[in-house]
């Protein structure tokens, strides 16, 4: 266990709190576990929406900004982009500087960098608010988990991440429910203007409750060139990705990218064998079990997020659902990680998180093949079982993961385990949208033109081929405006007879990846340096 004595950084007239061991109860809010758990919650509940409510917006700004399908991806890409590159190292300033401090300034940043998005006149200066949103998300998320690992004992902090899980699932789900209500009622600003207040809320709370913790043996300066190798490879990695669905899988750009990135972490491996304090220790990855929670939380996010990524084209473009009855309907996933977040966090306290992360990653498994299963004519209560059973097998392995991470990893580095959670998490999902993605090509391209020629449509020209194939891709029919009825009815019954054969197989690929993750999940271990953590505040 890791020596660690917890020092308040919070102002004069604060008496420092004493080490873990002879912790006593606080008076009053200020270091309060439960009210630190809210504070960060709402900081965390703006990132997490960010990610996918500016989906539903990307119609709407590219109409009143004049934005290419180029340009409106710049506004996911560039914040992703951001947001991964920086993570681990924003972890390493909260373990240097404290992690209220990063946590603080980050909220801030990321709401003046929101409404400056609802201010901006064209699309270059959204995307560069974008990149700003990332950067100060990036600063938050770390910190969130540092405080949480620093302010609850063990037998707590299971639940305090099984709550902390819930808020970042219902926000990432909700996010496109509450997109669509701005955008059709408001405007597509309001999207952005909201994370205003809820950031005012977040530092009045983060001043007045959060109690700054560091360990006695927190770094003391900074591994520059480690950062910069880090910093390079991750964006090569997560630049090949993003760009791999336009350049191709077989493009030597996509691969000079993904060897670059290759190039770039090993030479930060050896960097950091020689450097005094490394950015990232290696040691850290002797620990077979935080390894493993690393791999388990990549595995999540390929299956999760590049599975449902096709599921919003099948309900808006193969049922015609509005986003907001589209986001409705995936209520059901998002109630049962509200509901199943907790109660893993209690379950994972009992037993330990190896059968709940296994048989959460099963049921993963069982429901990525059963939306392999979903027809055109598939009926609301059969995918909201589908739905909810990929919530509730999302739950555990969102809480119990992040436990093992950040358990498992001393005190000290408690921000950079936070960063390497959140940043195994975003590799996963472009991964998964990537390769998911490529999977889901590869498999309408081979079928449309024979499902064109056997419904007795005309042939098409290559052009016009790679044109029908881009939108099928994407569950729309490419209908030719005054086309005759009886012909657009044959159009949209093979697009969407295509589409469906893409998404059915890029869902069988998710769950293979989420039968893997059950293996993966039999090597992790409670946390073996959670009782570092927790001296200050009562429960």
């Known amino acids: 266990m890791t020596s660690q004595t917890t020092i308040d950084k919070t102002g004069p007239g604060d008496e420092a709190p004493v080490a873990p061991s002879d912790a006593s109860p606080r008076k009053g809010l200020r270091g309060h576990p439960w009210f630190t758990l809210i ?34 991806q710049w506004i996911t890409n560039a914040y992703f982009l951001a947001l991964a590159v920086s993570l681990i190292t924003a972890g390493k300033l909260g373990d240097r500087f404290g992690h209220r401090q990063t946590f603080l300034i980050g909220v801030v940043g990321f709401a003046a960098a929101s409404g400056a998005i609802g201010l901006s006149d064209s699309i270059a200066l959204v ?27 063990a037998e707590k902090l299971n639940m305090a991440i099984g709550i902390w899980g819930m808020v970042i699932g219902a926000s990432t789900a909700g996010g496109p429910i509450l997109g669509g209500v701005l955008v059709e009622h408001v405007n597509w600003q ?39 190798l880090l910093s390079a490879a991750m964006f090569c990695l997560v630049w090949a990705l993003i760009k791999a669905p336009e350049w191709g899988w077989g493009d030597g750009k996509t691969w000079a990218f993904i060897g670059a990135s290759v190039v770039g972490f090993a030479l930060f491996a050896l960097w950091e064998t020689k450097v005094k304090e490394p950015l990232i220790p290696l040691a850290l990855f002797r620990s077979v079990p935080l390894s493993a929670g690393v791999v388990l939380m990549v595995l999540m996010a390929i299956a999760f997020m590049g599975g449902l990524f096709f599921v919003t084209f099948y309900l808006q473009n193969v049922h015609g659902m509005s986003p907001i009855d589209a986001g409705l309907h995936l209520l059901p996933l998002t109630g049962m990680m509200i509901v199943g977040s907790p109660l893993a966090g209690a379950m994972i306290t009992k037993v330990g998180p190896r059968v709940p992360l296994a048989g959460g990653m099963a049921l993963t498994a069982l429901a990525m093949y059963g939306m392999s299963t979903l027809e ?46 959140q940043a195994a998490m975003q590799i996963g999902g472009s991964l998964g949208t990537a390769v998911l993605g490529a999977v889901m090509a590869s498999k309408v391209d081979s079928d449309l033109e024979g499902n064109w020629t056997d419904a007795g449509l005309p042939p098409l020209t290559p ?24 012909i657009a009815t044959k159009i949209t019954d093979v697009a969407h007879d295509t589409f469906i054969s893409g998404m059915s197989l890029a869902s069988l690929v998710a769950a293979g990846v989420a039968a893997v993750a059950v293996l993966v999940a039999f090597l992790t271990k409670r946390g073996a340096n959670a009782e570092a953590g927790a001296g200050v505040g009562h429960i």
């Open 127 to 153: 995307v560069v608010f974008r990149v700003f949103q990332g950067l100060f998300g990036a600063l938050l998320m770390p910190a969130a988990l540092g405080l949480l690992r620093a302010t609850f004992p």
């Open 463 to 486: 052009e016009q081929a790679g044109q029908a194939s881009e939108a099928v891709q994407v569950g729309a029919a490419p209908v030719p405006p005054g086309t005759p009825e009886a």
């Open 190 to 228: 309001s999207v952005f203007f909201i994370n205003v207040p809820v950031g005012i809320l977040a530092v009045v709370l983060g001043v007045w409750i959060l109690l700054d913790h560091r360990a006695e043996n927190a770094p003391r300066s900074f591994d520059v060139l480690g950062i910069a």
């Open 376 to 421: 055109t004519d598939t009926g609301s209560g059969v995918m909201s079982l589908w739905f909810a059973v990929l919530g509730l097998g999302l739950a555990p392995v969102m809480v119990g993961a992040t436990e093992v991470i950040v358990g498992n990893a001393p005190m000290e580095l408690s921000g950079v385990a936070g960063g390497l959670q």
């Open 39 to 72: 504070t960060v919650a709402v900081g965390v509940m703006m990132v997490a929406l960010d990610g996918t409510i500016v989906a539903i917006a990307n119609p709407a700004i590219g109409k009143d900004l004049g934005a290419s399908l180029s340009e409106l």
